[in-house]
């Protein structure tokens, strides 16, 4: 009796202990359990609390993050999505880094591991994931699985070096070598640890001051320079592949009953194709978890038409079902093919008056399908496609192709030009803007000139023409698409965007940048002719594009345009005005009103058609401070010699003595050397 009084407090506890912190390998059922935690549905093997998961596979729902994260950590890793049908799991992992002081030495790092699997039950995914090094003079790679007697202390190693010349070598959407580098990775990674070999970036700390390397979901990473200077505590997502490890195959599995994890009726073991260790899924025709008893339920294939067809009769079955012809008819495949009547003589008859009918309707539909070919074709050679189709840069589209964008549904844009929508190319994954003009005779001439003039014409800060269609009677042009608009829109929409004096010094230097390019670096010079706020485009970082050359014309060295220039009147040059004579000088001009309308955030024109020109340039001349014309958006934290300089380009720039303007590659100079 003494014996046993001992012993029954060491077997009570023993008893509570495997009660609270183990889980048994098969569940008969998870009810009481959490089913879900931030709206992600937690299913065993996964799961929350005592006796609710299988070992290695507990969650914690954390409130504050509002998301399950994985147990055991030394930081909270988020999990976004989890499968059990796939296997997969997507979590968010931190990045690493190493960054330098001003002696060149690295003063603080992370290798980004945070210890996410510790019982072993995850690898990363390298189908849907990918390794990625940023930064300059930066060799990034993994070290995964500790090796112990071998070579090397890890068995796997890989990863890659970026490069950077300068602080412009880098480019947003590059990942090939330079500020970024990028390459796929082995299958078998059970862990994020990164190491870095320290590589000089003493002339580089001012863009470059960090190392970083870090795996991430292929889809969800896109370099931009901005990347070069990351924050530390940067998370990206990670897709994991899990699996029932415990050092056994299926084979192995399947002799062990009492571990055995494909525990539903109609469920099939498949080894993991990531690591030792397998996977339990539900059989054909069911569906539902395979990891608890009972779990795997049938499939009713006749709700799900288009995964399980069948053009008769469906019945289900277990695990299956079938599809029969009804009684009176028949079908040699009635799964895919329709069931046809067994029809009579005087059926026969019917349906062969029937199809004589229809073959005559065949021939209307023919004879009508003709007409519209003959009247595309006569669009064609009206809208200069025999000259466009030498213009071996611009893409030819069909009618056909372009149907589905033209839709109402994706219009973003109207006014007295015509129709701007937004869609995509058949297997293209970038959107596109597709113009469509409206009607107009006088308008007919300036569509092959904008094609011409964009054929010819490369730059960054110039709208890309993509290609045209001119089966139509009024031709559509394809260009890609700039998401934020013009900056018409930006500076004066309602719910117009704020904007910094450096970024509206970069819009300004590049679209001085585009314009120069026209005047000065290309064998036959451009002048665009109608330059203002809403034909500068803006794409998803503000980069400035110039758009809308209708109105453009090519001219030779000293060559002038009479009467041909047709621009808006708040940016039209005076001296044009009086003269006639448009020269790249007009351009300048009007640019110049760009430039006040900018940095003023004021209309060219108000709304009693005055000019804002006049008092605002008057001001100046009086030797007023010029900080009482900027926008007070940015002129309350401005630098007023910054001030003063715009306004001196302003006022060359519209200078009513054309000799006095400076050309437009030295305003983009100028605004250059302001940002920097």
């Known amino acids: 009796m003494p014996t046993m009084l001992i012993l029954h407090p060491y077997l009570l506890l023993l008893l509570v202990a495997l009660t609270a912190f183990s889980s048994t390998p098969e569940a008969e059922s998870t009810s009481g359990c959490p089913d879900s935690c931030g709206g992600i549905a937690i299913q065993y093997p996964f799961g929350i609390g005592a006796g609710c998961f299988r070992k290695g596979f507990e969650l914690i729902c954390d409130r504050s993050l509002d998301r399950p994260v994985l147990v055991g950590t030394t930081k909270p890793v988020p999990l976004n999505h989890l499968s059990i049908r796939t296997a997969e799991a997507r979590v968010m992992l931190p990045v690493a880094w190493q960054c330098f002081n001003s002696s060149d030495l690295v003063y603080a790092s992370s290798d980004g591991d945070v210890q996410f699997n510790r019982e072993e039950v995850y690898r990363i995914s390298n189908a849907s994931n990918q390794l990625v090094v940023v930064g300059c003079n930066t060799l990034g790679y ?50 994020n640890r990164m190491n870095f070999e320290a590589y000089t970036h003493k002339k580089r700390l001012g863009f470059s001051p960090c190392d970083y390397a870090f795996l991430v979901d292929r889809d969800n990473y ?17 897709w994991l592949d899990w699996a029932i490890r415990d050092n056994m195959t299926c084979d192995d ?49 006749c709700e799900s038409y288009q995964e399980y067809p069948c053009r008769g009769v469906c019945r289900n079955t277990l695990g299956s079902y079938e599809c029969k012809c009804p009684s009176g008819s028949h079908s040699a495949d009635p799964f895919n093919d329709p069931c046809n009547p067994n029809f009579p003589l005087a059926a026969k008859i019917t349906i062969g008056a029937i199809g004589g009918f229809f073959i005559i309707a065949v021939a209307v539909f023919a004879s009508l399908l003709a007409k519209e070919k003959r009247k595309m074709r006569d669009y064609f050679r009206k809208n200069g496609g025999p000259i466009i189709e030498e213009v071996n840069k611009i893409k030819l589209f069909k009618k056909k192709e372009l149907e589905q964008t033209l839709k109402s549904s994706n219009r973003i844009g109207q006014g007295g030009f015509g129709e701007v929508y937004k869609g995509y190319l058949r297997d293209e994954t970038q959107p596109v803007a597709v113009k469509k003009p409206k009607i107009d005779v006088k308008l007919a001439g300036q569509f092959v000139n904008e094609v011409i ?15 045209c269609c001119l089966e139509v009677d009024v ?41 120069a390019y026209m005047h000065s670096e290309i064998t036959t010079p451009i002048l665009h002719g109608d330059v203002k706020p809403a034909n500068i485009l803006l794409d998803e970082d503000f980069v400035p594009k110039i758009s809308d050359f209708g109105t453009s014309r090519m001219i030779t060295v000293d060559e002038n345009y009479a009467s ?62 010029v900080i009482e014309l900027v926008d007070p958006e940015i002129a309350a934290i401005g630098n007023t010699g910054v001030f003063h300089s715009l306004a001196e380009i302003i006022v060359q720039s519209l200078s009513t003595d054309i000799d006095q303007r400076p050309e437009m590659a030295d305003v983009a100079e100028r605004l250059q050397y302001l940002l920097k």
């Open 142 to 191: 993994t070290q995964s699985q500790r090796s112990e007697g071998n070579d090397y202390d890890y068995g796997y190693y890989t990863g890659c070096m970026s490069y950077c010349n300068n602080s412009k070598s880098a480019m947003n959407g590059a990942c090939a070598g330079v500020g970024c580098c990028r390459l796929d990775i082995p299958p078998g990674l059970t862990d």
């Open 564 to 625: 041909t220039i047709i621009g808006n009147w708040g940016y039209m040059d005076p001296e044009y005005v009086l003269t006639g004579l448009y020269t790249s000088k007009s351009d300048v001009y009007s640019f110049g009103v760009v430039l006040l309308e900018l940095f003023t955030r004021k209309k060219a024109l108000d709304p009693d058609n005055n000019s804002i020109l006049g008092n605002s340039l008057d001001t100046y001349s009086k030797k007023k401070r």
């Open 453 to 467: 003039i964009q054929s010819r014409v490369l730059h960054k800060n110039i709208v890309k023409l993509i290609g």
């Open 222 to 238: 896109t370099f931009h320079t901005a990347d070069l200077k990351m924050e530390t505590n940067t998370m990206m997502p990670v």
């Open 253 to 301: 599995a399947k002799r062990r009953a009492e571990s055995y994890a494909c525990v539903s009726a109609n469920s099939e073991c498949r080894d993991s194709s990531n690591g030792f260790g397998y996977v339990c899924t539900c059989s054909m025709g069911y569906e539902g978890n395979p990891y608890i008893a009972n779990g795997c339920t049938d499939i009713n294939e």
């Open 475 to 515: 031709p559509i042009l394809v260009y890609e698409y700039v998401p934020n608009g013009s900056l018409d829109r930006i500076l004066h929409d309602s719910n117009r965007v704020p904007l910094n004096l450096d970024l509206r010094l970069q819009i300004a230097a590049q679209s001085a940048k585009g314009l």
